[in-house]
């Protein structure tokens, strides 16, 4: 898979892209917003597992956010199973000295479109912490409605946290 995003694009992981997933993932404001499974720190050990992982699923539904010298974020769907098939979590995050410039929204927006006319997904959701103003603003900008507020569904650092949970429907 390869999409363009202005002068960014959505492709395939590479196995040289460890150096700068681990330069960009080994963040504790990215940590804080995602799962504890997410390593922290990051090293690129954890970066060369998560590429070969990667590079294994079939369909291919994690990809590298990328210039045209280094991958700087990441993107992906978690399929769901049984009921469930078709529809798919999404998660993202983004190396910091590129926040702010729009290109998640971007991102967001023309995975989704992958989601639903490539791969045949009909709902994608994602469930940013409800401290997580951004990410919220990401997937409002990306066409997804907030169907709700999940009250107290994580403990991330010793915190409780809220969830909200945004989809969108093919
Ligand atoms: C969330 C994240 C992906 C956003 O990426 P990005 O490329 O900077 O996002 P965009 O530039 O497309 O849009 C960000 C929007 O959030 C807004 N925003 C940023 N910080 C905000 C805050 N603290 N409160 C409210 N809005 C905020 C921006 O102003 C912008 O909205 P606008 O275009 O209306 O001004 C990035 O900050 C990141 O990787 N964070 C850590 C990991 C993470 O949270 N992943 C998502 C888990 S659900």
Known sequence: MRCSIGEYMIRDWKRDDASSLAQYANNRKIWSNLRDAFPHPYTKEDAALY???SLQKVPRTAFAIATKTEAIGSIGLMPGQDVHRFTAELG???GEP????????????ALSEYAFNGL???RIFA????TNLASARVLEKSGFLREGILRANVVKEDRTLDQF???KIK
């Open 51 to 53: 590429i070969a992982r």
């Open 92 to 94: 993202y995050w983004l």
């Open 98 to 109: 590129f926040w702010g410039r729009g290109i998640m929204t971007e991102a967001v927006k």
């Open 120 to 122: 045949g997904f009909r």
């Open 127 to 130: 469930e940013p912490y409800a």
């Open 165 to 167: 949970l945004y989809a």
